[in-house]
C-alpha cells in the first residue's frame, strides 16, 4: 500500500513537472514573438523620414544654425574585429534601434556660443529658470584663465575646450532660450547618424585615402580647426562629422559597455547616462590633430583628467578644459524624446571628483 501511494505521489510530481515545463515554454514562446524579428545581415534598416530640415535662429539674435532631420532604423552599433584600425572598446558589434531626430548640420560654433557665456559675467551660481523668457539667467562658465580658443580662430570656427558639464549646460540655456528640447546626442544616435546608413569604416567607405575631402584631421589640418561646413557633407547633410573637433556625447565612458548588450535581439535607444562626475564622457569623430583611423564611425574616446593638467586653478575648472583643444560638441532634438532622457541635466558641481 505504502509502495502504491509512492509511486502514485512520483506520477502527480511528474506531471505537474511536465505541466510547468510546458507552461514555461509556452511563455518564451510568446515572449519570442514580442520581439522585434530582426536579421543582421538586413542591416542597416532605415525608416522613412516624416520631420523635415529647419533652421533655428536664436531668439534676439541673428544668429541661427541648420538641424538636418536623421531618420528611425536599426543598426550594428561597433565595428566589426576585421576592420583595420580598430579599438577594443568598439564590440562586440550589436543591433540598435533609435527614434527620429534632428541633429545640428555642423559642430556649434563660438558664434553661438559667445551668446550664452558672454552675456554677462558667469561667475555667479544663479538657480534655472523655469520660463524660456528667463533663460538668460542660466548658470555660465565662469572666465578662462587664457584665451578659450587657443587661437584656433572664432568666426564660424567650432568651440573647443570646453567641458561636458558646460556642454550640457549651454543644451540647456538653448533649450530654455528657443522653447524646444535640445541636447547632446546619445553615443547611439551619434554613431546612427555619422553612418548616414552605410556600413563601412567611414561613410564613404573604407579606404581613408578619401577623408581629406570630407575632413580636417592630422594629415591636412595643419595644427588647427577649420570654420565649418568646408568639406563634403555625409549623406544626411551632416558636415564635419570626422574630424575638425571631436564632439561630445551625452554617455559616461565605460570600455566594456558594449558587452552588455544582446547580440541577437534589438536595444532600444541605449544611452549610459552621465553621473555628477567629471570623468569619464563619451567624445566621438576624432579631430583635427588625430590620424585617419581615429575618425572612422565606430571610434570612441573617453576624456579623463590629462584633459585638464594644465589648470592652475584650484580647485580646477568645471568649465573650461586646458589640454583638449581637439573637442567640441553639436546638438540634437528629438522627434519623441526618451523617457529616460527628459529633463536631463547636468549635476557635476566644484565638489565632483
Known amino acids: 500500500m505504502k509502495l502504491r501511494i509512492q509511486s502514485l505521489l512520483l506520477a502527480v510530481a511528474g506531471f505537474g513537472l511536465a505541466f510547468a515545463t510546458l507552461g514555461l515554454a509556452g511563455a518564451e514562446d510568446k515572449a519570442a514573438k514580442t520581439e522585434p524579428a530582426i536579421s543582421l545581415k538586413d542591416l542597416p534598416r532605415i525608416e ?17 544654425f541648420d538641424m538636418a532631420p536623421i531618420p528611425g532604423g536599426d543598426y550594428l552599433m561597433g565595428s566589426p574585429a576585421t576592420e583595420k584600425g580598430r579599438n577594443a572598446d568598439e564590440g562586440p558589434q550589436h543591433p540598435v534601434r533609435l527614434k527620429p531626430f534632428w541633429m545640428g548640420t555642423c559642430e556649434v560654433t ?83 547618424a555619422a553612418r548616414a546608413g552605410t556600413k563601412t569604416a567611414y561613410y564613404f567607405g573604407d579606404d581613408p585615402k578619401d577623408l581629406k575631402d570630407h575632413a580636417w584631421y592630422a594629415e591636412n589640418a595643419e595644427d588647427k580647426t577649420k570654420k565649418v561646413a568646408q568639406k563634403k557633407p555625409n549623406p544626411w547633410g551632416l558636415y564635419d562629422m570626422y574630424g575638425n573637433v571631436a564632439e561630445w556625447c551625452v554617455d559616461h565612458y565605460k570600455k566594456d559597455y558594449y558587452f552588455t548588450f544582446p547580440n541577437n535581439k534589438l536595444t532600444l ?16 569623430g576624432g579631430s583635427w590633430a588625430d590620424d585617419a583611423k581615429d575618425c572612422r564611425s565606430a571610434s570612441r574616446r573617453g576624456s579623463d583628467k590629462t584633459w585638464i593638467k594644465l589648470d592652475p586653478q584650484r580647485p580646477q575648472s568645471i568649465w573650461w578644459l586646458t589640454s583638449a583643444d581637439f573637442v567640441g560638441f553639436r546638438v540634437v532634438r528629438a522627434v519623441e524624446e526618451q523617457e529616460n532622457l527628459k529633463g536631463l541635466r547636468s549635476t557635476t558641481t566644484r565638489e565632483s571628483k
Open 48 to 64: 522613412k523620414a516624416t520631420h523635415k530640415k529647419y533652421k533655428e535662429t536664436i531668439p534676439g539674435t541673428k544668429v541661427a
Open 110 to 192: 563660438w558664434d553661438e556660443f559667445d551668446l550664452w557665456w558672454r552675456g554677462r559675467p558667469g561667475n555667479k551660481e544663479d538657480k534655472e529658470p523655469e520660463k524660456p523668457a528667463n533663460a538668460d539667467a542660466v548658470t555660465r562658465p565662469t572666465p578662462p584663465y587664457a584665451d578659450e580658443t587657443f587661437d584656433h580662430g572664432r568666426e564660424r570656427q567650432p568651440v573647443l575646450c570646453i567641458t561636458h558639464h558646460t556642454a550640457m549646460q549651454y543644451c540647456r540655456w538653448l533649450s530654455l532660450k528657443t522653447g524646444k528640447a535640445y541636447r547632446l546626442p546619445t553615443e547611439a544616435e551619434w554613431e546612427w
Open 269 to 284: 535607444q541605449p544611452v549610459l547616462k552621465p553621473t555628477a562626475d567629471r570623468f569619464s564622457h563619451v567624445a566621438r
